[in-house]
C-alpha cells in the first residue's frame, strides 16, 4: 500500500466549476465557472484573491500562461480572452470555433494554445503571430471534450471526445496519427503519464470506465472499474506512482499506477466532479465539482532520504536515486539555515516507488521501501543486495542484522541477508522499530525483544510513533503523538534477570527500563550524539533534550527532517521535503560536556571544558546550574549577570562583591547588601547600601545595630542628598536638637520647627515663630498676625520661664545627653521624669538669652550598644505624648523602602 495522506487544503463554494488550473509558482488555483465567472484563489491564506467576469454564459476552459502572466478562457459564446492576471486588463478577445469551447492546452514551450470545441475541431494558435490560428486538425465525429500535449514530446497530444475515441496527433500535420477505439460510450478527458519508463496515456468515458493505453503498440493495458457514473476527469499524477480519477458519481478515486490497485476514494460531497489539475513539483491537486472547488494535498510529507557518517546522502526524486556528498562541498562558508551548495549525482531508478530509504548503521548498506516491498543496494554503487516484499523494515544496531514486518502478525529476522527466525509476536505486529532491541508494536502497547534470540525484554503500554536509540544503548527516546520519553536500558540488570529468572513477569523484565523523563513535545525526527537527544518538533524547532532540560537550537521556518550529525563539523545537518539539505552548528564540544556532566564524570567535563569556546561557557555553565552543579557553574560562566547571580545564591560574598564593583549598579549593591545582613557581615552591608544610596536601608542597620559612627554617617550623606526624613531622624536619635531644627527651618517646615522649639529648645521658639509669621504674611497676613510669640506674651504661656530655665539646666548638666547602653539601668526613663521639677531652684551659670540662639555644636555621646530612643521633652506631659504619637508614625519599614518620598510623608503626618 501506499500510505498517502491526504490533507483538505482549501474548500471553496461557487457555482458549478468547469475547470480547474494551478499556478506553477504562486499559491493560486483558478477555477472557470458554469455561470461566466472565472475565479482565483490563494490556497495558503484561503481567499478569493481575482475574479474575472468573462460573460454570461459557460466558461469550460481556464488556463494560466505564467510566463505571460496571462489567464486564457475558452467560453460557451465561443471566444478566447485573454487577461493580464496582475493588471485584471483583458489583453485579447477573439471567436476561435463555432460552438462551445471545451478545452485550452498551453504548450510549455512555444508560444502556441490548442482549443477544443463542439464544432469538432482543434486549433492551433500562436500568440507571436498576433494570434493568428496556424493549424486545424480535424478527424473527430462528435464534440472534442479534452486536449493534452505529450510530456515526453511537445510536438505530439492527444483529444479525447464523445464520438468514442481518443486520437493522437502531430503538431504540423492536420490529420490524426492514429486513434484509440475501445470505449462504449463517449470520451470526456484524457492525460499522458510523465514518467519515463511507460508510453501510457490514460482516459476517461461516459462507460464509467477508465482505460489506460500503450499507445506504441495501440493497445488497452488496463480498465479501471469501479466509478458508479460517467467518468469526468483523468489525470496521471506527474510525481506521486497514483492516477486520479472523478466522477460525476461525485467521488474521486486513487489508484496505483503501477499496481492498479484503488488506494482510496474520496467523497467530499460537493456533487458532480468535473475537472481535476495536478502539477508538476507540488502535491497538492485541484479538484472541481458542481459546489465549488477543493485542494488535497496528497503524499507523504517526509522525504525519503538518509545521510550515513561520513556525509553521503541518498534521496529518492520520485522513483530516481540520486546522491549528495558533504565533503564534496569542500570548505565553502556554510551558515546556519542556508542551503546547501550540493552536487547531485545520479544514481539510477529505483523498481519500487521509494517512500522511505535508510542506512544501516555502519552506513555501507542503505534500504529502500515502497509498495509493500524492500530491496537493500550497496550505499556506494547502488548495487541490489536482496529483497523482498515487506510492510516494514528496520536496522538492527549490528550492523548485519534487519527486521522486516511481512504482515500484521508476523516479523522476521535476517542476518548476513539470510533469514534467521521468523515469529508471532503474542499481541501481533503492527509496527516494528530497529536499534539496540527490536521494537514490535501491537495494540496492546509496544514489546522489546532480544534480536538474539527474540525474547521478550519488557512490554510497555505506550503506543510510540518512532524510537530512537542511543549509540551506547543506555538511553532510548520513545516518541508518541503527543510527548516523548526518555528511558535509561539496564542492560546488567537485564542480565542478571535472565541468569536468575528473579522479576520476571509476562510483561518481561520488569527492571528493564527506568523513566527518566516525560517532555510535552512532538517529536518528527531524532537522534542521539552521546547522551544529548537532538530532534525537531511539531512546532518546527531544532531542539535537543539532555538531562531534564531542552535547548532550543533554532526556530525552523518550514519542516525540516533531521539527517545527521558530524561531530567533524560541529554541524547537524537537516532536508525538507523539496530535497534541500541545510545545517545548523552545534559544538561537540558542548554535547561532550554535557554528556559527562549527565555522567558524572566531571575529570572528563573538565579535560572538555577548554575546548569550549568562550562565548558558548555561559550556556554550558546555565546548564550546570539546571544540573545542581551552581559551584562549577560559577567556574566555567563568564556572563557577569549569571555569575553574580550564582555568587548570590551560593553565598559567595568575595566574588559577588567584585562583580558588584565592576558593574556599578544600585540594584547589584541592593542584593549583595541582603546577602551580606543574612550573613552578619555588617560592616559590608554598610557599604553595599551607601553604594546602593539606600538610605532607608541604612538607618534601619544604624538604629539595629546601634553604631553611633554609622548614625552620623549617615546623617551627613542623607542631609547632602537631601533625604531629609532619614537626615532629620539621625540627628534627633543622636540628640542633636539644634540640627534637627534647623533642617526643619531649612526646609521650610517652619511649624513644625516651632513645635519642636516650643517642646526642646524654648529659648529658640521666639526666633521660629517670627521667621514662620514672615513666611506666612507672604500668604495671609492676617493668620500671620494672630501667631503669638510667647516670649511676648508669656500670660498665654504659663511656664515659659521655668521652661527657659530647664533648658540650660539640661545643657549644662548633660542630662539630656545620650548615654552608653551600659549606663542605662542607672538612668531614670524619660518618661519618669519631670525635668521641670528637676531644674527647680537650679542657677544658670550664664545669662539665658532669649533672643540668641544658642547653636553651639555638641559632641555626641553615643552608646556602642543601643541607642535609647529622643531626648527628654521640656513640656507638659500631654504634649510629650502627642510628640510620641507624631513618633510613633514613623515606622522605620516605611522608610526601609526608598523608593517612597520620604519627606512628604513623615513631615506631613
Ligand atoms: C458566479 O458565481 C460566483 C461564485 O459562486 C460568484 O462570485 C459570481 O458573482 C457569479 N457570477 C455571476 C456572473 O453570476
Ligand atoms: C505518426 O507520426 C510520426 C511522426 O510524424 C510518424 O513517424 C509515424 O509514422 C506516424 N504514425 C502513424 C501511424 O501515422
Ligand atoms: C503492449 O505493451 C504493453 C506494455 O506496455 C504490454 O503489456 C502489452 O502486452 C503489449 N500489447 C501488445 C498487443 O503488444
Ligand atoms: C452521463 O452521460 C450521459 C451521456 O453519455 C448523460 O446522458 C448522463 O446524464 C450523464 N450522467 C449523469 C449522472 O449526469
Ligand atoms: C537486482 O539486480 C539484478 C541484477 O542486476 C536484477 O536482475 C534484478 O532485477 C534486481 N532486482 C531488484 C528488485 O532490484
Ligand atoms: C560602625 O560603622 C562604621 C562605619 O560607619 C564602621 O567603620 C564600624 O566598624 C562600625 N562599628 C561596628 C561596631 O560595627
Ligand atoms: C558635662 O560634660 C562635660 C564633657 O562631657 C563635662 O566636662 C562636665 O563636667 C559635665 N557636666 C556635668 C554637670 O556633669
Not at 502556441?112 to 507571436?128: A, H, P, Q, R, V
Request: charged letters at 25%; aromatic letters at 10%.
Amino acid at each position: 500500500p501506499l500510505r498517502l495522506d491526504i490533507k483538505r487544503k482549501l474548500t471553496a463554494r461557487s457555482d458549478r466549476v468547469k475547470s480547474v488550473d494551478l499556478h506553477p509558482t504562486e499559491p493560486w488555483m483558478l477555477a472557470s465557472l458554469y455561470n461566466g465567472s472565472v475565479c482565483v484563489w490563494n490556497h495558503e491564506t484561503q481567499t478569493l484573491v481575482k475574479t474575472f467576469e468573462v460573460c454570461d454564459l459557460p466558461v469550460r476552459a481556464a488556463k494560466f500562461v505564467a510566463r505571460k502572466n496571462w489567464v486564457i478562457t475558452g467560453a460557451d459564446d465561443m471566444q478566447i480572452r485573454v487577461f493580464n492576471y496582475n493588471t485584471l486588463e483583458r489583453v485579447h478577445i477573439f471567436e476561435a470555433h463555432s460552438d462551445y469551447i471545451r478545452c485550452i492546452a498551453v504548450h510549455p514551450t512555444q508560444p502556441y494554445i490548442l482549443t477544443s470545441s463542439d464544432d469538432m475541431l482543434i486549433k492551433l494558435w500562436d500568440w507571436d503571430k498576433k494570434w493568428s490560428c496556424s493549424q486545424v486538425f480535424e478527424g473527430h465525429t462528435h464534440y472534442v471534450m479534452q486536449i493534452v500535449i505529450n510530456p515526453k514530446d511537445n510536438n505530439q497530444f492527444a483529444s479525447a471526445s464523445l464520438d468514442r475515441t481518443i486520437k493522437v496527433w502531430q503538431l504540423g500535420s492536420s490529420s490524426p496519427n492514429f486513434t484509440l477505439d475501445g470505449h462504449e460510450k463517449g470520451v470526456n478527458c484524457i492525460d499522458y503519464y510523465s514518467g519515463g519508463d511507460k508510453p501510457y496515456l490514460i482516459s476517461g468515458a461516459d462507460d464509467r470506465l477508465v482505460k489506460i493505453w500503450d499507445y506504441q503498440n495501440k493497445t488497452c493495458v488496463q480498465t479501471l472499474e469501479g466509478h458508479a457514473q460517467n467518468v469526468s476527469c483523468v489525470s496521471f499524477h506527474p510525481e506521486l506512482p497514483i492516477i486520479i480519477t472523478g466522477s460525476e458519481d461525485g467521488t474521486v478515486r486513487i489508484w496505483h499506477s503501477s499496481t492498479y490497485r484503488l488506494e482510496s476514494t474520496l467523497n467530499y460531497g460537493m456533487e458532480r466532479v468535473w475537472c481535476v489539475a495536478s502539477l508538476r513539483g507540488s502535491n497538492n491537486v485541484a479538484l472541481g465539482y458542481d459546489e465549488g472547488s477543493i485542494i488535497i494535498k496528497l503524499g507523504r510529507e517526509e522525504p525519503a532520504m538518509s545521510m550515513d557518517a561520513s556525509g553521503k546522502i541518498i534521496w529518492a526524486k520520485h522513483s530516481e536515486i540520486q546522491q549528495a556528498n558533504l565533503k564534496a562541498m569542500g570548505d565553502a562558508e556554510i551558515k546556519d539555515g542556508e542551503r546547501l551548495p550540493l552536487a547531485v549525482k545520479d544514481m539510477g531508478s529505483c523498481e519500487i516507488y521509494p517512500q522511505t530509504i535508510q542506512h544501516n548503521p555502519n552506513g555501507r548498506f542503505v534500504v529502500v521501501c515502497g509498495d509493500g516491498e524492500y530491496i537493500i543496494y550497496t550505499a556506494m554503487a547502488l548495487r541490489n543486495k536482496s529483497f523482498g516484499s515487506a510492510q516494514e523494515f528496520a536496522w538492527a544496531h549490528d550492523s548485519s542484522e534487519y527486521a522486516i514486518r511481512e504482515s500484521n502478525s508476523v516479523v522476521k529476522i535476517f542476518k548476513n541477508f539470510k533469514e534467521k527466525k521468523s515469529f508471532k509476536p503474542d499481541f501481533g505486529a503492527e509496527g516494528i522499530y530497529g536499534g539496540f532491541l527490536l521494537g514490535v508494536r501491537s495494540v496492546n502497547g509496544l514489546a522489546f525483544y532480544d534480536w538474539e534470540n527474540t525474547e521478550l525484554i519488557r512490554r510497555i503500554e505506550i503506543q510510540p510513533k518512532h524510537i530512537f536509540w542511543s549509540d551506547s544503548g543506555e538511553l532510548v527516546c520513545i516518541a508518541t503523538e503527543e510527548s516523548f520519553f526518555i528511558l535509561k536500558y539496564l542492560a546488567d540488570k537485564v542480565a542478571a534477570a535472565q541468569e536468575t529468572h528473579e522479576g520476571v513477569t509476562e510483561d518481561g523484565i520488569e527492571d528493564a527500563f527506568e523513566v527518566l523523563g516525560e517532555i510535552q513535545e512532538i517529536v518528527k525526527t531524532g537522534l542521539w550524539v552521546g547522551d544529548c537527544f537532538i530532534y525537531t518538533s511539531s512546532v518546527n524547532r531544532l531542539n535537543y533534550y539532555v538531562g531534564g532540560e531542552i535547548v532550543t537550537i533554532a526556530h525552523l521556518d518550514r519542516t525540516m527532517y533531521l539527517l545527521g550529525y558530524i561531530p567533524k563539523d560541529n554541524r547537524l545537518y537537516l532536508g525538507d521535503k523539496e530535497l534541500n539539505i541545510v545545517s545548523y552548528s552545534l559544538l561537540v564540544s558542548v554535547l561532550e560536556y554535557q554528556t559527562a556532566v549527565m555522567r558524572r564524570d566531571f575529570s572528563m567535563a573538565d579535560k572538555v571544558l577548554p575546548t569550549i569556546p568562550k562565548e558558548q561557557r555561559t550556556r554550558v555553565a546555565h546548564f550546570l546550574e539546571k544540573q545542581g552543579f551552581k559551584q562549577q557553574a560559577l567556574a566555567v560562566s563568564t556572563d557577569p549577570e549569571h555569575r553574580f547571580e550564582l555568587a548570590l545564591q551560593l553565598g559567595e560574598l568575595k566574588i559577588a562583591y567584585q562583580l558588584a564593583v565592576e558593574a556599578e549598579s544600585e540594584q547589584k549593591w541592593k542584593q549583595l547588601a541582603e546577602l551580606a545582613i543574612s550573613k552578619c557581615q555588617f560592616g559590608l552591608a554598610q557599604e553595599c547600601l551607601h553604594h546602593a544610596q539606600d538610605y532607608g536601608g541604612l538607618l534601619l542597620l544604624a538604629t539595629a545595630s546601634g553604631n553611633a559612627t554609622m548614625i552620623n554617617k549617615l546623617a551627613e550623606g542623607a542631609e547632602k542628598d537631601g533625604k531629609n526624613n532619614v537626615a532629620f531622624m539621625t540627628y534627633f536619635l543622636q540628640g542633636k536638637l539644634d540640627q534637627s531644627l534647623e533642617l526643619l527651618i531649612k526646609t521650610g517646615r517652619l511649624p513644625e520647627a516651632a513645635f519642636l522649639a516650643r517642646t526642646y529648645l524654648p529659648n529658640q521658639v521666639s526666633r521660629v515663630v517670627k521667621l514662620w509669621r514672615e513666611s506666612l504674611s507672604k500668604i495671609n497676613q492676617k493668620a500671620a498676625d494672630s501667631l503669638a510669640d510667647p516670649t511676648e506674651y508669656e500670660n498665654l504661656f504659663p511656664g515659659l520661664r521655668e521652661a527657659f530655665v530647664a533648658e540650660q539646666y539640661l545643657k549644662e548638666t548633660n542630662l539630656s545627653k545620650l548615654r552608653p547602653a551600659r549606663e542605662y539601668p542607672l538612668i531614670t526613663p524619660n518618661e519618669e521624669r519631670s525635668v521641670l521639677e528637676e531644674a527647680k531652684g537650679f542657677e544658670p551659670s550664664g545669662v539665658v538669652a532669649l533672643e540668641e540662639s544658642s547653636l553651639k555644636e555638641e559632641p555626641a555621646l553615643l552608646p556602642e550598644r543601643p541607642v535609647v530612643g529622643e531626648p527628654a521633652p521640656i513640656k507638659s506631659q500631654k504634649s510629650l505624648e502627642e510628640l510620641e504619637d507624631d513618633l510613633d508614625n514613623l515606622d522605620l519599614e516605611d522608610i526601609d523602602t526608598s523608593d517612597i518620598n520620604l519627606d512628604d510623608e513623615f513631615l506631613e503626618d
